[in-house]
């Protein structure tokens, strides 16, 4: 079957757009991608994005803007793919939209909302389109994240020791798969969300992110702020557990300033201190979890100062890149919403609830018929164990 997945994360920078091969034999789910494409928002939808985003009061018209703007520009990154990546054939598209809200009330979470109506990525594909793959797990109990759980635990089983996979995207988060234990999966708390705010901030909205974290590296770390900002409860908190920009933003971080003494530390000292709170969040998780080995994926792998500060905090621990194993760090979590789409479409629970902590594994997502009636593969009965990725 040919997917399309669609995604964009937290740092809204872009709609990362894969397409693949999935096949499943017996255990086996084969993955043969077929190329990525990165669709930049329009700036007009960037910023009323921006201008919605919590802790922004909004409109009911403004949220249904975004639905539509969203929706389309999805549909347009579904059209693209299809035809430059998929040579105008595919079976499927699978869309998590742009999460807008993620309600979490003492580690509960009550709701998610992803916004991008699925009707306009249909419209102009033809294709049926899986959508909303959270809702069901918070549905079921669970935190609905991190999803890309299921693709990261059918990956990391082909590997030796207590392997763990790290996605760097606004918020970070880590699947970790030890022996003889049920995996788990949860984010560890910011990875870029407050990096970025406070590059915006410092730059007056000039540049969106600290390129190649040369700022930081220009930087010292601020021993009292990374105290302040350490303090948070939610690094605490035990698995299984989710985050996102409604807890983590720029009024978080100025609140964490204001309660230093003055003189304010210099931006670049800010920089350094909130990539060294990343890696030591990042590292904090995977010392508890007895990790040996972390695969990599998303924008931050691409900052070489926030890299090398996760492994000078995790001494012996081999670091490498998700593209070592085949999967493009910035194409990995659409392919993994493609994977989720396919496991829908087969009648295969999307998560694990020893990941999301819900009370049971459960079949992800809503389907909108393409221009076609809607077919369905004949239900599968075995769930797969392994991913193996092909050329
Ligand atoms: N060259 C780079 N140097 C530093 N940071 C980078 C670089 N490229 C990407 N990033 C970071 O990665 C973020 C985007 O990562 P991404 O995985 O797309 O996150 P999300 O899934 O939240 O959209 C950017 O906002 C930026 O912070
Ligand atoms: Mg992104």
Redesign the pocket.
């Known amino acids: 079957m040919r997917v399309i997945g669609l995604?964009?994360?937290?740092?809204?920078?872009?709609i990362?757009a894969a397409a693949g091969d999935l096949t499943l034999d017996g255990d086996t789910l084969f993955l043969r991608p077929l190329g990525h494409l990165?669709v930049p928002y329009p700036d007009d939808l960037r910023d009323l994005i921006t201008a919605t985003l919590p802790p922004a009061a909004t409109t009911v018209q403004a949220v249904c803007a975004l639905d539509t703007g969203i929706g389309q520009a999805f549909a347009g990154a579904a059209e693209r793919a299809l035809r430059e990546l998929c040579d105008g054939a595919a079976d499927l598209v699978v869309s998590h939209g742009q999460t807008m809200y993620h309600w979490v009330e003492d580690g509960t979470v009550r709701g998610t909302l992803q916004l991008g109506r699925p009707a306009w990525i249909a419209e102009a594909t033809g294709l049926p389109v899986v959508s909303d793959l959270r809702s069901r797990d918070v549905a079921a109990g669970g935190q609905g994240a991190p999803l890309v759980g299921m693709t990261d635990t059918l990956l990391l089983r082909a590997l030796p020791g207590t392997p763990a996979a790290l996605?760097?995207?606004?918020?970070a988060n880590v699947t970790v798969l030890a022996p003889g234990a049920e995996p788990l999966a949860f984010d560890t708390g910011p990875?870029?969300?407050l990096?970025?705010a406070a590059?915006r901030y410092f730059t007056d909205g000039a540049a969106?992110?600290?390129?190649?974290?040369?700022r930081a590296a220009a930087g010292h770390t601020h021993p009292e702020l990374l105290r302040i900002l350490l303090d948070d409860p939610y690094y605490r908190r035990p698995a299984p557990k989710s985050t996102g920009k409604e807890h983590f933003h720029l009024p978080y971080l100025q609140r964490a300033l204001d309660a230093l003494p003055t003189p304010a530390p210099a931006p670049d000292d800010v920089l350094a201190t909130l990539t060294r709170l990343t890696a030591v969040t990042v590292a904090g998780a995977c010392r508890t979890h007895g990790v040996t080995e972390l695969v990599v994926?998303?924008?931050?792998?691409?900052?070489?100062?926030?890299m090398g500060m996760i492994a000078e905090e995790l001494p012996g621990v081999l670091l490498r890149p998700s593209d070592e194993l085949g999967l493009l760090?910035?194409a990995k979590?659409a392919l993994a919403f493609a994977i989720l789409g396919f496991l829908t479409v087969h009648g295969l629970p999307g998560t694990l609830p020893s990941g999301t902590g819900a009370r049971r594994a459960t079949l992800l997502g809503s389907i909108t018929p393409g221009l076609t009636p809607l077919r369905l593969p004949e239900p599968v009965a075995q769930p797969p164990r392994l991913l193996r990725v092909t050329p």
């Open positions: 995604m964009s994360g937290t740092s809204y920078d872009a990362e990165s996605n760097l995207g606004g918020i990875a870029n969300a990096l970025d590059v969106a992110y600290d390129e190649d974290g040369r994926s998303g924008g931050g792998a691409r900052n070489p100062v926030l760090s910035d979590e």
